[in-house]
């Protein structure tokens, strides 16, 4: 009796991860026609498959179509959340940089030793931000500096949301370790 290996016992797909790989481009669509971007819908529907990998296969499903949507669009909610959060957190650091930096929104003129201390500031900023790597100062230029969203540097980059925010978080923690030390 031939004894079958790990390769032959495949379990079929659980309902709703069947209904998953059936309807996985529709999914894309509706998420990229809220949202305005194929990577970010991407991305989304992505996360949606961890989620529905991550729950037992033999799980009771009544509507596995109506659930998958159902699950994209909280996906979706949390994403614009995370993104306005992202969108508020980022104005104030800009509005704290710029007063900082001595940028426009000051009121009253800085005296002239205060005024060379902010030009020398911007002077090594701009130089950190000129030494991270081209892509990674690009995403931070882009969103922090010029104020664009995640979603329209990841655009314009090419790359996905994800990866802009990762490409800022890193391009953060090195800027604050070089004006630390």
Partial sequence: MASSGPSERRAAPGPLLAAFLEKRENLVLF????????????DLVQDLYLKIAAM??????????????????????????SDQRASRRNAQWRMDTRVTLG???V??????????????RARL?????????????????????????????????????KMVEQHI????RRLAERFRS
């Fill in 31 to 42: 998420l990229a026609a809220r949202v305005r971007s194929m990577a970010t819908a991407e």
């Fill in 56 to 81: 037992p296969a033999d799980a009771a499903v009544q509507a596995p179509t109506a659930l998958l949507y159902r699950m994209a669009s909280n996906l979706l909610v949390d994403h614009v959340r």
């Fill in 103 to 105: 940028g426009v929104d």
């Fill in 107 to 120: 009121v009253s003129e800085p005296a002239a030793d205060e005024a060379l201390m902010e030009k020398d």
């Fill in 125 to 161: 900023l701009a130089q950190a931000v000129a030494d991270l790597p081209p892509q990674m100062g690009r995403a931070f230029r882009l969103h922090k500096l010029e104020g664009r969203s995640q979603a329209q540097t990841a655009e314009l980059m090419g790359i996905s949301q």
């Fill in 169 to 172: 978080a890193v391009a953060m």
